[in-house]
């Protein structure tokens, strides 16, 4: 009876679908994921005659995209069924997004996916996201040049980076005047505040503001480091860099004209594509550290549903096609996009394709996050203000002391929580 | 002056004497004006009245959170500003410390209040031999006004002076004068994001950038100036691209200003023995105020509402008014601080506005 009832609803749900029209999805389109996402657009179509699925290229920069998906859910529009969110948005937006455990599929999907990202998706108790890839900070070097100069691996350490980059710039600008030693995200957004974050978590400095509601940022360990990275500004980065996204540091990197580069994963694989000038010639390795163990950023994206969507479960559907195992394996092996289901970092395909998925797994199971939970629904306001703090002392208009002195009163202000020590 | 009180005399004392006819054309007047008054209301007056509620509230972007009436608080969150003079640092012995010839202040960290709201610094200067520090409750918010200012008052007037060049050049006949009209104005028509972009990468802070190229080629720089991100230079990246997408609109108007212009005024001055110099500043310029006026008045208000190039290019690095209200809407989710930087921005305009009526005198034509 019971096998009767679900085939029933099968073929209700099938007829649903055969009926439904159009889900668009909102998606990034950095590097290669517009034409991945649009390929997989494609297949999902192929499987389900009747079903159009639409892709809206968004923003670069995550900060603009969360403007862009607020206007949408703030008109309550129905336009967008499928969001593209970053792991630190489903405390922020969870009123405007749908529980999947409502919809078949998702309880036993989410078993196979990694367990941090799953719980970081889940506010009181519903899923509000798949996890669709996830994303750590890397620091990528040029094997060439460290065996040029006679250095036998990467750096351990910033001081080590500082000193093999500038030994490397050195060397290469007498044939190359546009040599660098480092580039990374410097621009005021919220990639400085991932690379903020590995720098201080890094040097003993904490996480910004603890997982248990204290702001920690004002210690000596952070103030030192970024005053650090301050160093690194016109010295061995350019003096742009403060002006740098993710694509302005790899666009550098790619064609050849610096030494090291912090950036995801998703670098690794437009690294090796045909007409990189670096192709074959680097290799990713966890990022530096300074008194304390290398820190990596935790990044990622996960699939949603509008609230406003006018076929959740179609959307759903195509939520869940398009973060299963086999689309998350093209995704791996075509962007070296990291999966979020477990069983693939063990599947030969993928490992052939990115090898540091293998050896770098606890850079990517250990990534540091950001204080989005605890601050939701201000994460957005608290980021902000680290972000521009630290601008401020990489351009110089301030130096960390007083930056952080004055970012630890913006936090009180926006969260209401104590300070202390990290 | 005069000529306008003639003339609401003349229309308050007629409708006594006005006839049964005229008198149903007022009414078809009033019944054909009905349609745009009501598109006015329903797409200026009505958004406008929603700006300014806001203004007093709390509401959150794309937020179920309940909205409070908060009064006047997020002006005082905008505009509050103090002036605090800075004492002197001083060494252990109490003297005053002095590197490189200058007396060194203390930071304005601790002299700044910090309750019942915390102020930070705007600007440090100098009056008389001593120290003081402007500070704001929302340092970010007073920038974006003076910087908006600066912006708009310098690129109006170079595009003035280019346009009005640009101008009496076209003007005067030459071969391939019709070619020459439409090439100039090509940057006019491209839409401002896509300008931005292709300044960007002339402008890019490495050598992958035209203008860093160019410069370390003939010797200035060393081919990473960050023309986006050295906060000197950010200013005048900014008007450098403003002046060269709008001065094609400025010498448009003008064109148009100097056709009406009689060409027999020119002969009598010819014949008078006028040269060409005093020909221009006694014929031309006078001839070409109104036009002028309208030119500066459209490019002034347009200038101080400035979004699109600062944000895409500086995004939240530096802002403009309308930039800063956007992101405060957007990033920040502040609907209420938003709407009251919205209607600072109004009133600045409508300030501008004013004061080029009454100095130019744009009403009496």
Known sequence: MKKILFSLAMVLALGTVALAQTVTVAAGAVGQELELIKAAAQRYMDANPGVTVNVLETPDLA????????????????????????????????EHLVDLYQFPGFAEAAQEHFPAIVENNTVDG????????????????????????????????????????????????????????????????????????????????????SPDGVITINNPNAIEIIDQAASWVGTISPGGVTGFGEEDARNLWQSGNSAFMRNWPYAFSLGNSEGSAVAGLFDVAPLPAGKGSPAACLGGWQLAVS????????????????????EQKIRAIQGSLNPTIMALYEDPDVLEAAPFFGSLYDVF?????????????????????????????????????????????????ITGFPTGAP | MAQTQRQTALTTTKPRAMSELARREERTALWLLLPSFVIILLIAIYPLGQVFYSSFTSARFASSEPTRFIGFENYRNLLSMTIRQLPPKLDEQGNPVITDGERQYETWVRILPRQPRRYSSVNEFN??????????????????????VVFSVVSVVLETIFGLIIALTLATKF??????????????????????????????????????????????GDGNIGFFTNSSLQLPSMITMDVWKTTPFMALLLLAGLATIPKELYEAAEVDGASKIRQFFSVTLPLLAPTLAVALIFRTLDALRVFDVFQVVLGSQRYSMASFAQDMLIANRDVGLSSAASVVIFVLIFAFAIFYIRVLGVDSE
């Not at chain 1, 001081?159 to 980059?165: C, Q």
């Not at chain 1, 629904?377 to 004055?406: I, K």
Request: overall charge negative; charged content about 20%.
């Open chain 1, 126 to 209: 519903q899923l509000l996201a798949i996890p669709w890839f996830t994303d750590a900070g890397l620091l990528y070097y040029r094997t060439d040049l460290l065996e040029k100069y006679g250095f036998d691996g990467p750096p351990a350490t910033w001081d080590e980076l500082e000193d093999m980059a500038m030994t490397i710039q050195e060397g290469e600008r007498a044939t190359n005047p546009d040599f660098w030693g480092y580039v990374w995200q410097g621009n005021s957004y919220e990639g400085l505040t991932c690379d903020g974050i590995e720098w201080v978590a890094s040097n003993n400095g904490g996480s910004i503001i």
């Open chain 2, 175 to 220: 071969i391939g004068r019709g070619v020459m009209r439409a090439a100039m104005l090509v940057p006019w028509a491209i839409i401002t994001v896509v300008s931005a972009r292709i300044w960007e990468w002339i402008l890019a802070p490495t050598r992958l950038g035209f203008m860093n190229t160019f410069l370390s080629d003939i010797g200035i």
């Open chain 1, 63 to 94: 900060t603009d995209r969360l403007g862009l998906y607020l206007q949408f859910f703030e008109a309550q529009s129905s336009e967008i069924d499928v969001y593209q969110i970053d792991v630190i948005w489903p405390g922020d937006l969870a």
């Open chain 1, 307 to 326: 609230k406003y969507s006018e076929n959740p479960d179609v959307a759903a559907d195509v939520a869940l096609f398009l973060a299963s195992y086999d």
């Open chain 2, 127 to 148: 009056f008389f031999g001593r120290r003081y520090v402007l500070g704001a409750t929302n340092a970010e918010f007073i920038t974006a006004i003076w910087d908006t």
């Open chain 1, 365 to 413: 199971t250990g990534a540091q996050p950001r204080p989005s939970t605890v601050t939701a629904p201000n994460y957005a306001q608290v980021s902000r203000a680290f972000f521009t703090a630290v601008h401020d002392v990489l351009t110089g208009q301030q130096d960390a002391e007083t930056a952080m002195a004055l970012l630890e009163l913006d936090l009180e202000a």
